[in-house]
């Protein structure tokens, strides 16, 4: 089902209204975010889901702030979907915030089937975009777009603060588009660092 699904995305990719959208890739990067915790609607059942607590037993979680009615998030669509696919066995996850696009907006992009995440809505309209923290984390990490759709923060669950408002000071983000070979790289590295630590010890010369 979910390969029909990405199959779906990519052909989505293709269609004209993101073909009026030119790629914006950006590198993998640490800044200083101070990202907060959040309490936002599912949108499969309009509950309310808190960051903190979804995220509990996970290695890694790779959040995406999309709009969409974004060209730039249909090219990224299949390759997050595909990234989950490949590692959600490992404690991967991914949760899509929405912004700028109204509910009914996001379902009908990701069909009846809906998407194969978790997806919760920050904002509905365009006239929230100075308002949400979306925009406040752009601010301040250097990302210059307008719309900053799509924008990707990873998360690492055990490095979390366990309470208050602020969950990390700092954090590995992009500013624009995945790489994705970049990206698929750290996710590797950051699910199986003992393999990464053991393929990277010297073996001594044997006479």
């Not at 030119?22 to 907060?36: A, F």
Request: proline share 6%; aromatic share 12%.
């Amino acid at each position: 089902m979910i390969k029909l699904f990405i199959t779906a995305l990519f052909l989505l990719a293709l269609s004209p209204i993101a073909a009026f959208a030119q790629h914006e890739y950006s590198p993998l990067e640490e800044k200083t975010v101070n990202y907060k915790n959040w309490a936002l609607k599912n949108l499969k059942d309009d509950k309310p889901v808190d960051l903190r607590s979804l995220v509990q037993g996970k290695k890694l979680v790779m959040v995406i702030y999309f709009a969409p009615w974004c060209g730039n998030w249909r090219y990224e669509a299949p390759v997050a979907a595909k990234l989950y696919e490949k590692y959600k066995a490992q404690g991967f996850e991914v949760i899509g915030v929405s912004e700028y696009g109204t509910r009914d907006d996001v379902r009908a992009f990701f069909g009846p089937d809906g998407p194969p995440y978790t997806v919760v809505s920050e904002s509905e309209s365009r006239t929230d975009r100075e308002t949400t923290t979306h925009y406040g984390y752009r601010q301040l990490t250097g990302d210059k777009r307008r719309w900053g759709s799509p924008w990707n923060i990873f998360l690492e669950p055990a490095k979390l603060t366990k309470e208050g408002e602020i969950l990390t000071e700092k954090a590995w983000v992009v500013n624009g588009e995945l790489v994705e070979a970049d990206v698929d790289k750290f996710i590797g590295e950051h699910l199986n660092p003992t393999a990464v630590t053991a393929s990277a010890v010297i073996e001594p010369c044997k006479n």
